[in-house]
């Protein structure tokens, strides 16, 4: 063996007269030393490398915290230095050196201790400190005895003597590489293990539509935020699902025809990560077919729809009413009506109360100021709509920009209705132009398009050659409001203007106890397209409703109930706070989707 050579594996030289032969490594980088006397040089001092050099008997150990392991790998450094006195496996009579004298195999066990560490995630949307665990497989050592004076045994190798030796099943996790603790080749179906961190995972998130209307890929779980592509590895997969309730996982798509055995529903929107590849939602049963780690319990609650009532008590997180149906069953139908509960419009069964017999919907009068005022060109049609060119070339000013603002308003609406598959939206639009004097453009309409009217107020016309009369104004909301009046349409005003202009208190007063009187008080809006200097009637109109509102019986509020009071004072049509009861009908609120994938798939096994 040339000099600075580790010895091979097992191969520990040994004289006459030793008791046994203990392998050990040498940590500190230098030779090995005997730590007890040498018999055959006759002396009890300690022997260095040149002792071992020439065949000194050594008896070595090492120091180590945890308990000394008699077979443990030997790496010695110039042990020999001629090829003739090469280390050779040695153990004559008198010795019981035989049985710690043994091979490494090259089998497999797995590490029941996880390993855990403190590691940094670096997320779309945010970075924290998580700990992670993780399980490794070790090499076990062979436990057949080696015959003196031979350097191997016959026959394979074997970890365990016993005639039936305990294998463990060899299947791991696919998301956290955790090892199945159950025996090797065991009958029952599903796998069983303690589950780590979600290392060869990454999370896909579904797209959905923030308040404006853009794209969100953003899921937030508890106190953090993850985005598509993000890494799995700070969720456990005992605890994933748990923290998330109902919910469905993702998977690579098996057969694009067939999305019924199992049970899914297939994505057709191209998501990260690997976007080329189709994927499929699938139900918590499927996912965790081998490895289900969760009680019966909560594999039962698992498999049942994650979609929600919209109604507005079960707002709070801690009291959702959730869909009694299968996940991804087919849409129920609405009729004959179910003994208990409702069924939504896109097909869900609730058992909580109808939204839509909840609440009711509403009577929304729009009041736009046409005066001379609104020809000023501090403010402008809002940019990139489809109707911004027009807006621009017949009313590049403050009314092209209550007009713009309506419009993006109608829309959304609109995009709403269509949404839930509904023909007609419930609530009713009723139009006021004023400047001097006041007209009716639009009553109680149901069915218009926004387009449609909006072609009622461009381009810009005087009602009667201009100046500005907020009286005028409210008389015919009020007309408006009477002469479309229904019990189940609350009534609220929504006053564009640049404000210059004065109001009686008292004429705002008894319109807002006119609408009390006949059976719901009025919700008011003023927005305000001018100066703050002059919007003080603005603010006075606004201030004058919520003081009747907050007066008026509580029957009377309607849907507003225990809610904000509904009248405000803003200088942007887009901060009126109708997003919760403006369509009055019921839908279910499906939650934001998202699980980890990794890069097998569900279905990839180790």
Excluded at 270 to 297: C, F, G, L, N, V
Excluded at 327 to 344: A, K, M, N
Excluded at 560 to 577: F, L, N
Excluded at 580 to 595: G, N, V, Y
Aim: net charge positive.
């Amino acid at each position: 063996m040339k000099e600075n050579a580790c010895a091979p594996l097992a191969r520990i030289f040994a004289e006459r007269n030793v008791n046994f032969v203990m392998q050990t490594k040498d940590r500190g980088g230098g030779h090995i030393r005997a730590l007890v006397s040498v018999t055959s040089h006759g002396t009890s001092r300690t022997h260095d490398i040149f002792a071992m050099r020439h065949g000194g008997v050594v008896r070595l150990t090492v120091p180590c915290a945890k308990r000394i392991v008699l077979f443990v790998t030997a790496l010695a450094r110039t042990i020999f230095t001629v090829s003739t006195r090469m280390p050779f496996t040695h153990a004559p009579r008198h010795t019981n050196a035989r049985n710690h004298v043994k091979r490494r195999v090259y089998a497999r066990s797995i590490d029941q201790a996880p390993s855990e560490s403190k590691t940094q995630f670096a997320g779309a949307h945010e970075k924290f400190v998580y700990t992670e665990f993780t399980q490794v497989s070790k090499t076990l050592t062979c436990e057949v005895p080696i015959p003196p004076g031979q350097l191997s045994h016959n026959g394979q190798h074997q970890h365990d003597l016993k005639d039936k030796p305990f294998h463990f099943c060899n299947v791991r996790c696919p998301g956290c590489n955790y090892f199945c603790t159950l025996p090797f080749g065991h009958p029952q179906k599903l796998h069983k293990t303690s589950h780590g961190s979600m290392v060869e995972t990454k999370w896909i998130v579904e797209p959905k539509k923030d308040a404006s209307g853009r794209p969100d890929l953003v899921y937030k779980l508890e106190n953090h935020k993850y985005g598509a592509g993000d890494a799995g590895a700070p969720m456990l997969c005992q605890m994933m699902c748990s923290k998330q309730g109902r919910h469905a996982h993702v998977d690579f798509c098996c057969d694009p025809n067939n999305h019924t055995t199992p049970a899914c529903e297939h994505i057709t929107t191209r998501m990260q990560p690997e976007p080329d590849k189709p994927k499929d939602w699938i139900s918590h049963a499927t996912y965790w077919e081998r490895t289900d780690p969760y009680d019966p319990s909560e594999q039962s609650e698992f498999a049942k729809c994650d979609a929600l009532c919209a109604g507005p008590e079960h707002k709070d997180d801690d009291k959702p009413s959730r869909c009694t149906l299968p996940i991804f069953h087919p849409p129920q139908d609405q009729t004959p009506r179910p003994p208990r509960g409702y069924v939504s419009p896109d097909g869900h069964l609730f058992h909580c109360v109808d939204p839509s017999r909840a609440q009711q919907a509403y009577h929304v009068v729009f009041a736009i100021d046409a005066s001379g005022s609104m020809t000023s060109r501090d403010h402008r049609p809002v940019a990139n709509l489809p109707i911004t060119s027009r807006l621009v070339s017949q009313c590049n000013n403050r009314y092209g920009a209550v007009v713009s603002a309506l419009y993006g308003f109608l829309r959304n609406r609109e995009a709403v209705v269509s949404s839930v598959g509904l023909s007609s939206r419930q609530d009713a639009y009723s139009i006021v132009i004023f400047d001097k004097k006041a007209e009716i453009r639009v009553q109680s309409d149901l069915t218009s398009t926004t387009d449609e009217l909006v072609n009622r107020l461009i381009p810009h016309r005087y009602v009667s050659g201009g100046g500005t009369c907020f009286s005028e104004a409210l008389r015919k909301a009020q007309q408006a409001i009477e002469r479309g009046w229904h019990a189940e349409r609350a009534p609220m005003i929504v006053f564009l203007s640049d404000g210059e202009n004065s109001i009686e208190r008292k004429k705002v007063e008894d319109l807002c106890k006119k609408c009390t009187q006949l059976g719901h008080a009025l919700a008011f809006y003023s927005i305000s397209f001018g100066r703050e200097s002059s919007s003080s009637s603005l603010r006075l109109m606004k201030d004058v409703a919520e003081s009747v509102f907050r007066s008026a019986p509580m029957a009377a509020r309607g849907a507003m109930r225990g809610e904000d009071i509904p009248c405000k004072y803003s200088t942007a049509i887009d901060s009126v706070q109708l997003a919760a009861t403006f369509m009055s009908i019921s839908e279910s609120l499906p939650r934001s989707r998202a699980s980890v994938l990794s890069k097998g798939g569900v279905s990839a096994r180790y």
